[in-house]
Structures are given as C-alpha cells and as structure tokens.
C-alpha cells in the first residue's frame, strides 16, 4: 500500500475567508478553481500539500479543524504572517515559543480554522 499525499477538506460559510487565509496569508495557489459555480470549491496547493476548499455553511457550523504545518523556516514564516496578515495571530500563541516538547511553534486562525506552524 503507497499513499502519497493527505488532502484535508475544509469547509468555510464564506469561501473567500479561506481563500483570505490559505491564498493571500500562506501562499497557496488556487491548482483547481469551481469558486464562481453554485457549490464553490477549490483546490489550493503549496509545496507539495493540498487543501480542498469548500463553501457550505452547515458543514463549516459542524468543523472547526486544527492544522499543523511543519516548516524549517519558522522565523521566516513568522515574519512574513506577522507582518502581512497579524489579524489572524491566535491570541494564546502569538509569538514563535519553543514548548515544553522541543517544538517551536506559533498559531493561526480565523474564523473557521487553527494552524498551529510548528518547527522542531
């Protein structure tokens, strides 16, 4: 059995918070683009991951996810989200801390969804 790639879908009331947070503050490129049709959707990748993206309120009410992303560049990560997008800085984790499990990590969310950037 070979898996190459874990694709979550996360689902927003509004598609455009997504785009707001996974295009414009992380860097992901819209690969496959329905967001202009009557059940929006999209594929967004960025270095090898992939994230569908879905507009449906009743299922965005039932997730919320929470998302690690694991870099080498942390700081660089931080500086770049810090200063473009520091909105979307989660309030209990704001700053790159280094945890008590050896991890340096700081938090993202929005409306919708956690990413928790995470460099060990």
Not at 3 to 11: A, E, G, K
Request: hydrophobic letters at 40%; a negative charge; glycine letters at 6%.
């Amino acid at each position: 059995m070979n898996f190459q790639q874990l694709v979550p879908n996360v689902y927003y009331a509004n598609i455009s918070d997504g785009l707001t947070m996974f295009v414009d503050c992380l860097g992901f490129a819209i690969g496959h683009n329905e967001i202009n049709t009557e059940q929006p959707f999209c594929v967004l990748n960025k270095d090898g991951l992939g994230i569908y993206l879905f507009q449906h309120a009743k299922l965005a009410a039932e997730h919320n996810p929470e998302s690690r992303f694991v870099t080498t560049n942390i700081d660089a990560v931080y500086e770049k989200v810090s200063g473009s997008h520091p909105q979307f800085l989660h309030p209990n984790l704001k700053q790159v801390t280094l945890r008590p499990w050896g991890a340096k990590e700081f938090a993202l969310r929005d409306d919708q969804v956690c990413i928790i950037i995470q460099q060990w």
